[in-house]
Protein backbone atom coordinates (compact mmCIF):
# COMPACT_ATOMS: atom_id res chain seq x y z
CA UNK A 1 0.00 0.00 0.00
CA UNK A 2 1.76 3.08 -1.33
CA UNK A 3 1.79 6.05 1.85
CA UNK A 4 -0.75 9.21 0.14
CA UNK A 5 1.13 12.35 -0.70
CA UNK A 6 -0.52 14.36 1.99
CA UNK A 7 0.10 11.69 4.82
CA UNK A 8 3.94 11.79 3.56
CA UNK A 9 4.11 15.47 4.10
CA UNK A 10 2.66 15.63 7.47
CA UNK A 11 4.96 13.29 8.60
CA UNK A 12 7.75 15.55 7.54
CA UNK A 13 6.13 18.72 8.66
CA UNK A 14 5.83 16.22 11.98
CA UNK A 15 9.41 15.29 12.29
CA UNK A 16 10.99 18.66 11.16
CA UNK A 17 9.06 20.51 14.32
CA UNK A 18 10.34 17.85 16.63
CA UNK A 19 13.38 19.14 15.92
CA UNK A 20 12.77 22.52 17.17
CA UNK A 21 13.55 23.79 20.55
CA UNK A 22 13.29 26.87 20.00
CA UNK A 23 10.45 29.94 18.47
CA UNK A 24 9.95 29.38 14.82
CA UNK A 25 8.35 30.73 12.26
CA UNK A 26 6.20 28.92 9.36
CA UNK A 27 8.64 30.61 6.79
CA UNK A 28 11.11 28.98 8.71
CA UNK A 29 9.38 25.73 8.92
CA UNK A 30 8.82 25.43 4.76
CA UNK A 31 12.82 25.97 4.42
CA UNK A 32 13.71 22.80 6.16
CA UNK A 33 10.86 21.11 4.90
CA UNK A 34 11.42 22.26 1.10
CA UNK A 35 15.17 20.73 1.69
CA UNK A 36 13.53 17.33 1.64
CA UNK A 37 10.29 17.41 -0.06
CA UNK A 38 9.97 20.44 -3.04
CA UNK A 39 6.73 19.59 -3.14
CA UNK A 40 5.54 20.74 0.11
CA UNK A 41 3.95 24.02 -0.22
CA UNK A 42 3.59 26.95 1.43
CA UNK A 43 -0.17 26.54 2.01
CA UNK A 44 0.43 22.85 3.30
CA UNK A 45 2.96 24.49 5.97
CA UNK A 46 0.44 27.38 7.29
CA UNK A 47 -2.40 24.94 7.12
CA UNK A 48 -0.87 22.09 9.25
CA UNK A 49 0.68 24.92 11.96
CA UNK A 50 -2.94 25.97 12.15
CA UNK A 51 -4.39 22.24 12.84
CA UNK A 52 -1.35 21.64 14.91
CA UNK A 53 -1.78 24.16 17.13
CA UNK A 54 -6.04 23.79 17.31
CA UNK A 55 -4.91 20.35 18.06
CA UNK A 56 -2.93 21.87 21.40
CA UNK A 57 0.68 19.98 20.35
CA UNK A 58 1.97 23.39 19.85
CA UNK A 59 1.62 26.95 21.35
CA UNK A 60 2.21 30.06 18.89
CA UNK A 61 2.40 33.76 19.78
CA UNK A 62 3.16 37.32 18.25
CA UNK A 63 6.85 38.29 18.00
CA UNK A 64 7.57 41.59 16.24
CA UNK A 65 4.56 41.02 14.02
CA UNK A 66 5.67 37.53 12.85
CA UNK A 67 3.69 34.77 14.71
CA UNK A 68 6.70 32.01 16.10
CA UNK A 69 5.58 28.75 16.94
CA UNK A 70 6.76 26.50 20.04
CA UNK A 71 6.66 22.94 21.23
CA UNK A 72 7.40 23.38 24.72
CA UNK A 73 7.89 26.80 25.66
CA UNK A 74 4.63 28.05 27.27
CA UNK A 75 5.88 31.97 28.00
CA UNK A 76 7.33 33.64 25.31
CA UNK A 77 9.15 36.88 26.76
CA UNK A 78 11.21 39.15 25.50
CA UNK A 79 13.25 42.48 25.86
CA UNK A 80 13.02 45.31 23.05
CA UNK A 81 15.48 48.16 23.63
CA UNK A 82 13.66 51.53 22.64
CA UNK A 83 16.85 53.17 21.84
CA UNK A 84 18.48 50.93 19.00
CA UNK A 85 15.39 48.40 18.85
CA UNK A 86 17.43 45.15 19.76
CA UNK A 87 15.17 42.39 20.37
CA UNK A 88 16.36 39.38 23.12
CA UNK A 89 14.00 36.53 24.15
CA UNK A 90 14.37 35.99 27.64
CA UNK A 91 12.87 32.78 30.18
CA UNK A 92 10.72 32.91 32.82
CA UNK A 93 9.94 30.09 34.59
CA UNK A 94 6.54 30.85 36.34
CA UNK A 95 4.08 33.75 36.49
CA UNK A 96 2.14 32.72 39.69
CA UNK A 97 0.96 35.97 40.71
CA UNK A 98 -0.79 36.26 37.56
CA UNK A 99 -2.97 33.10 38.02
CA UNK A 100 -3.87 33.77 41.33
CA UNK A 101 -5.07 37.33 40.29
CA UNK A 102 -6.86 35.92 37.29
CA UNK A 103 -8.44 32.59 38.91
CA UNK A 104 -7.33 30.96 35.92
CA UNK A 105 -5.32 28.36 34.38
CA UNK A 106 -3.17 30.29 31.71
CA UNK A 107 -2.31 27.75 29.00
CA UNK A 108 0.69 30.08 27.66
CA UNK A 109 2.53 33.93 28.10
CA UNK A 110 3.00 36.40 26.40
CA UNK A 111 5.20 39.02 27.86
CA UNK A 112 7.09 42.08 26.52
CA UNK A 113 9.33 44.44 27.96
CA UNK A 114 9.93 47.67 26.59
CA UNK A 115 13.53 49.20 28.01
CA UNK A 116 17.11 50.09 27.40
CA UNK A 117 19.76 47.55 27.03
CA UNK A 118 22.54 47.51 29.17
CA UNK A 119 24.75 48.24 25.92
CA UNK A 120 22.96 51.95 25.25
CA UNK A 121 22.48 52.58 29.13
CA UNK A 122 26.46 52.54 29.30
CA UNK A 123 26.54 54.94 25.70
CA UNK A 124 23.99 57.12 28.12
CA UNK A 125 26.47 57.21 30.75
CA UNK A 126 30.14 57.80 28.67
CA UNK A 127 28.19 60.50 26.65
CA UNK A 128 27.13 63.01 29.13
Given at each position: MAISRETRQKDILCAQVSLMH?????QELFDKVFLLDS???KATVYRFLQRT???G???????GGVT??????RMHCHF???????????LLSDLPFLTREMQ???CHIQVSVDGVCKKCASN???SV
Open positions: TFFSAGVGRDASIHSFECVYSLTAVCETCGDQEHFKRARIT
